[in-house]
C-alpha cells in the first residue's frame, strides 16, 4: 500500500441513490483519483470526533477546499458575500492542521486549505476578491471554474513541481489572502496580484489557491507522496 494521505471533507447535504436532501460526508472524487494515481492511499477525514489525534496514522494531509472560513479567526466582521461558514469545519481542521504541523506531516492544502493554514499562522484573507482586483474570473459563478494562469516563482518547491512558466489552472475562489502569515512565502501569483500558492521552509508544507484535482496533471499529489 501507498502512503496513507488524509484528505478532509465537507459535511453538507446531498442526494445520492435513492436518498434526497440526506446529510453527507462527502468530498468530490477527483481528489482521490489524483492520490491514487500519485501512488498514495486516499483515506476521508470528515469534521467529527477527533481527526487531529489521527495524525500520528497518517503519512500526509490534503486540506481540501470548502465554505468561507468563519472572518472572526482572523479578527475580521463577516462580509456581506462571506458564506458557507462551518464553524464545527473551522474547529476541527484547525486542530488537524496544528498537530499536523507541529508532527512534521507533509501538507499540501487546496483553495480553503491554503486559506485555513495562512488563518492558523496569523494572516489574514481578503473576504471578497472582486473587491480588490475588480474582476469575477477566479470565480466566474457557481459550479464554473475560471481559467487564468497563475506564475511559479523560481527556485521553490512548486516550481520544482510545476516549472517557471505561467500556467493556466482551474480557480474557483471569491476569497484570497490579504495579510500573508509569518513564516509563509509566496510561491506562486495571478497576473492581477492575487497570491495563488505559498510554502513554508519547515519539511513540506505546500498551499495552493486554486484546484489542482480539477486540472489534468496531478504533479503536485505526485509531490505530496514522494516527500511521504
Not at 122 to 147: I, K, M, N, S, W
Request: aromatic content about 6%.
Amino acid at each position: 500500500m501507498g502512503p496513507v494521505i488524509g484528505i478532509t471533507c465537507y459535511v453538507e447535504s446531498a442526494s445520492f441513490t435513492v436518498w434526497q436532501d440526506t446529510r453527507a460526508a462527502l468530498l468530490p472524487y477527483a481528489y482521490v483519483e489524483r492520490v491514487v494515481r500519485a501512488g498514495g492511499q486516499p483515506v476521508l477525514l470528515p469534521p467529527a470526533g477527533d481527526p487531529a489525534g489521527l495524525v500520528r496514522r497518517l503519512d500526509g494531509l490534503i486540506l481540501a477546499g470548502g465554505g468561507d472560513i468563519d472572518p472572526a479567526g482572523y479578527g475580521a466582521r463577516p462580509h456581506e458575500r462571506t458564506g458557507y461558514v462551518r464553524p464545527f469545519r473551522d474547529e476541527a481542521e484547525f486542530a488537524l492542521l496544528a498537530a499536523a504541523l507541529d508532527a512534521g506531516l507533509p501538507y499540501l492544502g487546496v483553495c480553503r486549505g491554503l486559506q485555513v493554514l495562512n488563518v492558523a499562522l496569523g494572516g489574514t484573507l481578503h473576504q471578497h476578491l472582486p473587491d480588490v482586483v475588480g474582476h469575477t474570473g477566479h470565480c466566474p459563478g457557481p459550479g464554473r471554474f475560471g481559467r487564468l494562469p497563475v506564475t511559479p516563482a523560481p527556485g521553490t518547491r512548486l516550481s520544482k513541481a510545476l516549472g517557471e512558466e505561467p500556467l493556466a489552472v482551474a480557480h474557483y475562489h471569491h476569497q484570497s489572502v490579504d495579510r500573508l502569515a509569518p513564516g509563509l512565502t509566496v510561491t506562486a501569483t495571478a497576473g492581477d496580484g492575487t497570491i495563488e500558492a505559498v510554502e513554508s521552509p519547515a519539511g513540506f508544507t505546500m498551499a495552493v489557491q486554486w484546484h489542482p484535482e480539477a486540472d489534468e496533471g496531478h504533479a503536485l499529489f505526485e509531490a505530496l507522496v514522494r516527500s511521504c
